[in-house]
């Protein structure tokens, strides 16, 4: 069954430094979303992608955040200044049609952790 | 209450029972997920109910839904070791937003 891959696994990097984190969405789907779990919390939303531009947003993604989809598989976060409280487990999701009557699939995350 | 609440927030079973799971939310929605989360894992999505439909099975799943209380459920039958996990209801909501809306979760311990 396809799945959403997301890299690397766990990512440690510096408090102030930019980070990128990857996912390879299921290849037929249209949206792509990014959510984050800081640890012991709930998932919540950051993002929604369609047709190539930003379809939602949550007022936890502010200037420091941004998406891409730079080619036809890959879909990236990145973070350009990272701050300790950006320490969570990122999740990538991916739909056929929408949210209508289509579920998210989810891949495994990306632990970051920001010293 | 929150937006997608659980209920129990934690729930210890013997192999082979029954285990049910509450969800209640606050705003109206276009359909509720059930996803599954293993230990350091992702998001696994179990089933989706539309809020016009008020019950669903997939296998060993049994999901409602109350539109009216604002309220589902989930039940897994004789229940599995491997079933332990935490088990999250997420919203859709109504208006055209894309984004899910999660509960906290609930730990499901199945012992064997």
Redesign the interface.
Known sequence: EPE?T?TPSHQVTQMGQEVILRCVPISNHL?F?W?RQILG?????LV?F?NNEI??K?EIFDDQFSVERPDGSNFTLKIRSTKLEDSAMY?C?SSGR????????????TRLSIL | SQQGEEDPQALSIQEGENATMNCSYKTSI??L?W?RQNSG?????LI?I?SNEREKHSGRLRVTLDTSKKSSSLLITASRAADTASY?C?T?LQGG?????????MKLTVNP
């Open positions: 959403v997301q949206y979303y959510y919390q709930k998932v919540e939303f929604s369609y379809s939602e949550s999740f999701a929408g949210l209508f009557d289509q579920p998210q699939h989810f891949g495994d995350g | 276009n359909n997920q996803y894992r992702g998001l696994v999505h989706l539309r999250f997420a859709a937003s894309e984004k899910l809306v999660f509960g906290k979760g």
